[in-house]
């Protein structure tokens, strides 16, 4: 079983950047998928941007130039580093790390962007 966990959350100002880290414990295979979602109050869950293990990105257009998505193999750790944040990036934000086909899903950190 995959545990993913996240932190790096809280409140920033717009304009500012924020650093989400999720590490993931269990079985982690060599081959796996990592991606960052958010979820807005009253609005589905979207996907931000994902990363396989050799390093291939993509990103929503939403916060492509300004989010940048990296990972740590070794520590099976996935990086989310927010710039330029605007205050409809508040969301609760999670972590999805796929295994053999498997998802599983953080807990989810709260980020909240004032004006």
């Known amino acids: 079983q995959v545990r993913p966990v996240e932190s790096g959350g809280g409140l920033v100002q717009a304009g500012g950047s924020l650093r989400l880290t999720c590490v993931a414990s269990?079985?982690?295979?060599?081959?796996?998928?990592m991606a960052w979602y958010r979820q807005a109050p009253g609005k589905q869950r979207e996907l931000l941007a994902a990363?396989?293990?050799?390093?291939?990105?993509n990103y929503a257009d939403s916060v492509k130039g300004r989010f940048t998505i990296s990972r740590d193999n070794a520590k099976n750790t996935v990086y989310l580093q927010m710039n330029s944040l605007k205050p409809e990036d508040t969301a609760v934000y999670y972590c999805?790390?796929?295994?053999?086909?498997?998802?599983?899903w953080g807990q989810g950190t709260q980020v909240t962007v004032s004006s």
């Open positions: 999805r790390v796929v295994v053999v086909g498997v998802p599983a």
């Open positions: 269990g079985r982690i295979f060599s081959s796996n998928t």
């Open positions: 990363i396989t293990t050799d390093g291939t990105t």
